[in-house]
């Protein structure tokens, strides 16, 4: 069983290609064009959904099969083609450039898997269970997006407004530190579940800060 280093990837402007036009491709390519990459699909058959992502501009294509040097300058490379012999070729190419490549007919090939994914605002769970297999993980989605409701949205929302505003405010590590140690141990989410929570004014959280700076 490979052990995989769980990262979170910026893939913002970055160039992403995709060899493949199927269902699997067309997955990928929506997650990436979500996530701001400049996509590149190299494929002589897209789906109607990939089509539609071509028209619109949301990817670029090029009609043809996977070539030698395709590569170049590419962040992230999928290789979901149909043919497994050419996904393990696009994998070698990578590892000679030194680009990560994620093989979708045999995931321990490649650098990356993608996991199954749960998004609710702020909050983004990936989840992986290696061999068990993707429907395993969706299904461990499943069960952590009722664990994760919309209180736990508007709470993640209230958190980061907070502490945007004390690093802003507070110079010092140490006081910073503690304010923030102060404002997770307030359970503010049981507050919210139990629909005793009033957001704050500005005035508000400024006498919390100041009434919690020192221990
Ligand atoms: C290793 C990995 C590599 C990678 O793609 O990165 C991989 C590999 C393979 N998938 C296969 C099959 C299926 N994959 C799905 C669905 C998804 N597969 C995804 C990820 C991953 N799939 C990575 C591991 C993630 C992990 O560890 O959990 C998801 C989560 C994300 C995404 O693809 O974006 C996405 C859910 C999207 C969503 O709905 O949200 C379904 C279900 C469906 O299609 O409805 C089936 C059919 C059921 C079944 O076979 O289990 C096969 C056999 C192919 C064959 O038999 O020919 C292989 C090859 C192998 O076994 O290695
Ligand atoms: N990771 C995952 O979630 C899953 C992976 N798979 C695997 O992923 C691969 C793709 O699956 P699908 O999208 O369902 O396949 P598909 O058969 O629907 O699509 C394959 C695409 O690859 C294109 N293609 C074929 N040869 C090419 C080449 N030399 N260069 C560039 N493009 C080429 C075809 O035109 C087509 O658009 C398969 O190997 C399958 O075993 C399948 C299901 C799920």
Not at 37 to 50: F, N
Not at 54 to 64: C, K, L, N, P, Y
Not at 166 to 184: A, M
Not at 200 to 213: F, G, H, L, R, V
Request: charged share 25%; glycine share 8%; proline share 3%.
């Amino acid at each position: 069983m490979v052990r995989y280093v769980p990262v979170m990837l910026n893939c913002e402007g970055q160039r992403c290609i995709i060899f493949g036009g199927g269902s699997v491709a067309e997955r990928k390519a929506g997650s990436l064009h979500q996530a701001g990459a400049s996509v590149h699909i190299i494929s002589p058959q897209l789906t109607p959904g990939l089509s539609a992502m071509a028209a619109s501009g949301d990817v670029a294509w090029t009609s043809r099969l996977y070539r030698e040097g395709d590569l170049q300058g590419a962040f992230l490379v999928y290789a979901a083609t149909g043919q497994e012999d050419i996904n393990e070729e696009i994998a070698s190419e990578a590892r000679r450039l030194g680009i990560m490549v994620n093989v979708a007919h045999r995931g321990e090939s490649g650098d990356f898997i993608s996991p199954a994914v749960l998004r609710r605002g702020r909050l983004t769970l990936a989840v992986s269970t290696a061999d068990a297999g993707p429907l395993a993980s969706l299904h461990v989605c499943r069960r952590l997006s009722e664990e994760f409701g919309e209180t736990f949205d508007a709470y993640l929302e209230f958190m980061s407004q907070m502490r945007t505003i004390i690093k802003d405010k507070i110079e010092t590590p140490s006081t910073r530190h503690r304010l923030l140690r102060k404002l997770y141990e307030q359970d503010f989410l049981r507050d919210m579940e139990q629909g005793v929570f009033t957001p704050w004014s500005m005035d508000q959280i400024d006498e919390w800060i100041t009434y919690n700076q020192e221990d």
